[in-house]
C-alpha cells in the first residue's frame, strides 16, 4: 500500500529545536493541501499546521511563531521545523496529505518527546 513516511523525531530538551520530515513509498497522485497533526497522551488527534497548494499556511495558536511547515522543491517532501520547544508538544506527529481528488493518506506517527 501506498504509505507516508515520517521521519526526524525523538527526545529533545525543552528549547531544542527538530525537523520531521514526511515523503509518500510510492504515486499518489497531485497533492493539494500538505499537513501535520499531533496526539499528545490521553488527548484527541489536533492540527499543528497546514501548507495549501496556493503557498498559504495556517498554524494552530500552541505553535504559531515556533513551527514551520514547508515542502521541497518537487513538492514530494513535507517538513515541520520545530523550534523553541516546549514539554507540551511531546506527542506523536501524523504527517497527512490530500489529493485534488479528495483522498487523504496519512502516515504512521513518529514521536517528538520534549523534556529534560
Known amino acids: 500500500q501506498v504509505q507516508l513516511v515520517e521521519s526526524g523525531g525523538g527526545l529533545v530538551q525543552p528549547g531544542g529545536s527538530l525537523r520531521l520530515s514526511c515523503a509518500a513509498s510510492?504515486?499518489?497522485?497531485?497533492?493539494?493541501?500538505m499537513g501535520w497533526y499531533r496526539q499528545a497522551p490521553g488527548k484527541e488527534r489536533e492540527l499543528v499546521a497546514t501548507?495549501?497548494?496556493?503557498?498559504?499556511?495556517n498554524y494552530a495558536d500552541s505553535v504559531k511563531g515556533r513551527f514551520t511547515i514547508s515542502r521541497d522543491n518537487t513538492k514530494t517532501t513535507a517538513y515541520l521545523q520545530m523550534n523553541r520547544l516546549k514539554p507540551e508538544d511531546t506527542a506523536v506527529y501524523y504527517c497527512n496529505w490530500r489529493t485534488w481528488g479528495l483522498v487523504t493518506y496519512w502516515g504512521q506517527g513518529i514521536q517528538v518527546t520534549v523534556s529534560s
Open positions: 501548507f495549501g497548494s496556493g503557498g498559504v499556511a
Open positions: 510510492g504515486s499518489i497522485g497531485s497533492i493539494s493541501v
